[in-house]
């Protein structure tokens, strides 16, 4: 699925989403998107999900680091750079690299995101690790989603309908010392969040 040029959208508590080099409201934190191959141009719910998460879970007053599974478009990896954070972005689809790079560019963060094609190239901890990819790509990946979280940090999952819950609940929390997540909803999508409490 590929990106088309937003108009602005809102997403509340304080991201607008925008094309490239369109002004943003002086009280957003804006994040200026161009065309492309890549999945997230702010309207799908399971993208505003993991802004509200990445906004509420970013830590302040020091550095820290996002890990960004299925990045597409680059836009969660865009809200934690500007919250921030260093960001490993992982995607395997070439062309959906290639418009994030571009993305990237038009936020002034490039220097802040690192953009592999493999999880296995990223290394860890991560302070916050968000997913929001199929059902099927969340399963195959918790082994290593759970291994580059950072002790203390969190876990968002996203791109998952109501069905899907249970079992990608019970596989993660299986590996997690069986904490239950948090459920989110939007619509018919859910996203899953496993806040640390240490």
Not at 29 to 56: S, V
Not at 80 to 89: H, N
Request: glycine share 10%.
């Amino acid at each position: 699925m590929s990106s088309r040029v937003p108009a602005p959208i809102r997403v509340a508590p304080r991201w607008q989403i925008l094309p490239a080099g369109a002004v943003a409201a002086t009280e957003a934190i804006p994040i200026w998107l161009e065309e492309g191959a890549g999945f997230g141009d702010g309207f799908h719910p399971t993208t505003q999900l993991c802004l509200q998460g990445i906004a509420a879970l970013a830590p302040r007053g020091r550095p820290w680091r996002l890990l960004d599974v299925g990045s597409g478009s680059g836009i969660l990896s865009i809200a934690g750079a500007r919250l921030g954070a260093s960001v490993d972005a992982v995607e395997i689809d070439a062309r959906a690299i290639e418009h994030a790079e571009r993305c990237y560019r038009a936020n002034g963060v490039e220097d802040r995101v690192r953009s592999f094609s493999s999880l296995a190239e990223v290394r860890g901890p991560f302070d916050l690790v968000v997913a929001n990819v199929w059902r099927s790509v969340l399963l195959s990946l918790c082994k290593e989603v759970v291994r580059l979280r950072a002790s203390g940090g969190s876990i968002l999952l996203s791109g998952l309908v109501s069905t899907d819950v249970p079992e990608v609940s019970v596989h993660y929390a299986r590996l997690l010392g069986d904490q239950r997540p948090e459920v989110y909803e939007r619509d018919e999508w859910r996203a899953l969040l496993w806040r640390s409490h240490v």
